[in-house]
Each structure stands twice: as C-alpha cells, then as structure tokens.
C-alpha cells in the first residue's frame, strides 16, 4: 500500500431514517442496562466470546492508528490469585486511610470496600495496558499519540462489546496498579490502564441504587 492509498467505504449501512431512529432508541435501551456488578458468578465463558469482544476493542480508533494497548486476558487461577492478593493488599491502604475522608465518603453509597473475591471467581479478568511507544508495529523508538484517550475509547469499546455479547462486567483501578505490569509479564514501555472483570453475574447480584441514579440529557448536552 502506498502511503497516502485510500480504499473505498464499502462497509457502511445507511439507515432510512425511522430506522435510524429506533435503533438509537433499542441501543439506549440496551446500554442502560449495563451496570459495573460486584458479585459473579463461577460459570465459564467461552474464550472466543473475549476474543470477538477484544478484537472489537482493538477496532478503536487511535492517535495516527498506532493502537497503543494490550489486553491480557486471565483465565488462569494462580494469576487471578496473585492479582487478588496484591490488589486486596493496595485496597487495604486505600480503605485504611490513603483514599482521604472525603473519598471514601463519596464512594459510600457504592458499599464497595478492599474485598475483592470477585478478582478469583469470574471467569475473566482482562488487564488493559497503554503503550507510550510502539508505533503500529512495535518499534519502541516510535512515539504515540493521544494515548490516554485512545485507549479509553478502546476499553468504552470493550465493556461495549463484552455487555453486547451478554456479560456483566466492572472496572477496577486499584491504586496502584503497577504491579500488573509484572503479573502479566508486560514490558517496561507499557502501564497498567484498568482491570475489567467480565462474566456472567452470581443469582443474587445486586447495582447500588446510586449507580442507577443518571444524569438527565439537559445536565450533560448542549446544544447550539
Ligand atoms: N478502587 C477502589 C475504590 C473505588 C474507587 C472509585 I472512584 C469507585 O468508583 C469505586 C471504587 C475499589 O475498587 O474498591
């Protein structure tokens, strides 16, 4: 391919307008049921599934598309039990003290606390890196752009496509979040981004009446 080579936009539908109506309204309705859960279940799920909604992810766009993030995904026991361990460890230290008063006051309505048995009993843990460097073929000597943003487009994309396929899914940033980096044996140039944790919810799983509690149009929009 030439460096400036176009092809055509075969792949795009157009929708008559009705139809591009409704569809807005059935995706709404289909993302507010997306809720982070804290409680999963133990049942698996197909490593296809992942796989499908992590290609999607890596569909982002990114700064001068050089795609600056790797997704490990975890099944393996003894990783998610090594995750567990160091990211209950750093949640002590948040809960104890290091988050401040007013976090932690902020975050009551959450019930959240630094248990996180979850981290060993859902089928997936997907740790997601960004890459400050690499380029689009992994030449550490290549700068990338945008970074922060184009990753977050990717994991907006990923619990997307994990709830689309019929997952319950949570993001979890412990603080800190380094030690993933040796967990996942991931090189020096990448940082730890966010850990979802993907899989069906246990029975008795429950959403924090708070989280349901969505800023109406007019308090997020503007229009001009
Ligand atoms: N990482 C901690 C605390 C936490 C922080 C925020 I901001 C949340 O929205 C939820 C939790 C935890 O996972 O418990």
Redesign the pocket.
Known sequence: MQPHDHTPLDDFITYPADEMLARSHEFLAQMRRRHSVRSFSDKPVAREVIENCLLTAGSAPSGANHQPWHFAAIHSPEVKRQIREQAEAH?RG?YDGR?GQQ?LTD?KP?G???S?PYLETAPWLIAVFSQKTGGLDGDESKQNYYVHESVGIAVGMLLTALHNAGLATLT????PMNFLTQVCNRPENERAYMLIIAGYPADDATVPAHARNKKALADIASFL
Do not use: S
């Open positions: 949640e948040f988050a976090w975050l959450l959240t606390d630094a996180k979890h940033t412990p603080k």
